[in-house]
Structure formats: structure tokens, C-alpha cells
T-cell receptor, first 113, second 114 residues
Framework: QKEVEQNSGPLSVPEGAIASLNCTYSDRGSQSFFWYRQYSGKSPELIMSIYSNGDKEDGRFTAQLNKASQYVSLLIRDSQPSDSATYLCAVIEGGGSQGNLIFGKGTKLSVKP | DGGITQSPKYLFRKEGQNVTLSCEQNLNHDAMYWYRQDPGQGLRLIYYSQIVNDFQKGDIAEGYSVSREKKESFPLTVTSAQKNPTAFYLC?????????????FGSGTQLSVL
């Protein structure tokens, strides 16, 4: 069974700080990686996807991928209280663009005003 | 507005009862999925369907059944064989051409046992 590991948190950061969320995965052949945000009692929403080694930036969010270390992270700059949510890392099982998504258990982020 | 509609929002099941969760989408998506989420846990795949009249088991299909008679609809039945059904159930869809693409989620159904 392929695994995706995340620290469950909670991760608490002050408003305006950088929040760093980390994820490791077991399937060395995985090529596609995603970060979903889930507010309490709501459904997940996709905020970032990354497929190549390095950094990908979108507004205040930066995804970082290191396939050699089997590690993907999400940085949130200038954190806001509205960023308080659970962040789920997801990886497509196996190589290529097909295959089921394997989700981590999520990291709960709390941004304090 | 296009989207995925799940109903009901809350559902209670009695011992030995089968219950059906509804999922309807008007996004013209080919692929539909059912996930289960337990508190503090990630999403686990129950069943998925890439095309009408075809579906495959996910990682935790035991005690569940599905049908895909129409493109728009993918109902999930939680049978009496599922001994621990209390969870948050999420339906999702995608165009199905590639799993690199975004999954669209419904708002979820919270199922509890009476």
C-alpha cells in the first residue's frame, strides 16, 4: 500500500508569518502531487499542483518538490487567519498521469491574529 | 451553476439498515468518485467510475455498493455489512481524461449510526 505521510499538527503560526507544511510519499514512481485545503466540515479544494522538481509559486502559496528525497512541501507566505484549515497532500499512485489519488491525513494549520 | 450536489447533508442509519447517499453532477464529467473521511484522517477511495455502466473498487469497497446508470449520477449504498459506517462521505468528479486534473468535490454527507 502506497503511503503519504504528513504531520497532523496542529501547526500554529502568527499572522503574517510563513507557514511550512511538509509531506513525504513512499511510491518513488509518483509524478503528480497536489495540495488541497479543507475547512472544518467542508469539502477539500485544490490549491496547488506540482509535477516537476523545484518550486512553483501561485500568489502567497509556493509548492516545492524534491523527487529524490520523495518530499513535497507547501509554503504559505503572509499567513492570514482565513488560512486556518487542514491541508491535505495527495499523490497519484504509480507513474504517469493516470492512477488513483492517495491522500495524506492532513496537517491542521492555525493562524493566530 | 455547474457543480456536484450531494444529499442528504446528514444521514442516520439504524442497525442492519441499508442507506443510499446521492451524488449528482451537471459538469458533464465522465469520472466520478466516492471517498470516506474519518476524523483526523485523509480521504480513502471507496469506488470510482470512469464511464457510464462501469465502476471499480477502491481501497475500502467492502460493505459498499454503487451504480452508474447515468453520467450525471453515482449513488453510494452503505450496506448492513459495513460495520463501522460513521464517517464523512465525499463525492467527486473530473473529466476523467487525466488524474492530473482538478477533482471537483460535493459538500459531503455526514453519516452516523443510531
Amino acid at each position: 500500500q502506497k503511503e503519504v505521510e504528513q504531520n497532523s499538527g496542529p501547526l500554529s503560526v502568527p499572522e503574517g508569518a510563513i507557514a511550512s507544511l511538509n509531506c513525504t510519499y513512499s511510491d518513488r514512481g509518483s509524478q503528480s502531487f497536489f495540495w488541497y485545503r479543507q475547512y472544518s466540515g467542508k469539502s477539500p479544494e485544490l490549491i496547488m499542483s506540482i509535477y516537476s522538481n523545484g518550486d512553483k509559486e501561485d500568489g502567497r502559496f509556493t509548492a516545492q518538490l524534491n523527487k529524490a528525497s520523495q518530499y513535497v512541501s507547501l509554503l504559505i507566505r503572509d499567513s492570514q487567519p482565513s488560512d486556518s484549515a487542514t491541508y491535505l497532500c495527495a499523490v497519484i499512485e504509480g507513474g504517469g498521469s493516470q492512477g488513483n489519488l492517495i491522500f495524506g491525513k492532513g496537517t491542521k494549520l492555525s493562524v493566530k491574529p | 451553476d455547474g457543480g456536484i450536489t450531494q444529499s442528504p447533508k446528514y444521514l442516520f442509519r439504524k442497525e442492519g439498515q441499508n442507506v443510499t447517499l446521492s451524488c449528482e453532477q451537471n459538469l458533464n464529467h465522465d469520472a466520478m468518485y466516492w471517498y470516506r473521511q474519518d476524523p483526523g484522517q485523509g480521504l480513502r477511495l471507496i469506488y470510482y467510475s470512469q464511464i457510464v455502466n462501469d465502476f471499480q473498487k477502491g481501497d475500502i469497497a467492502e460493505g459498499y455498493s454503487v451504480s452508474r446508470e447515468k453520467k450525471e449520477s453515482f449513488p453510494l449504498t452503505v450496506t448492513s455489512a459495513q460495520k463501522n459506517p460513521t464517517a464523512f462521505y465525499l463525492c467527486a468528479s473530473s473529466t476523467g481524461q487525466s488524474t492530473n486534473e482538478k477533482l471537483f468535490f460535493g459538500s459531503g454527507t455526514q453519516l452516523s449510526v443510531l
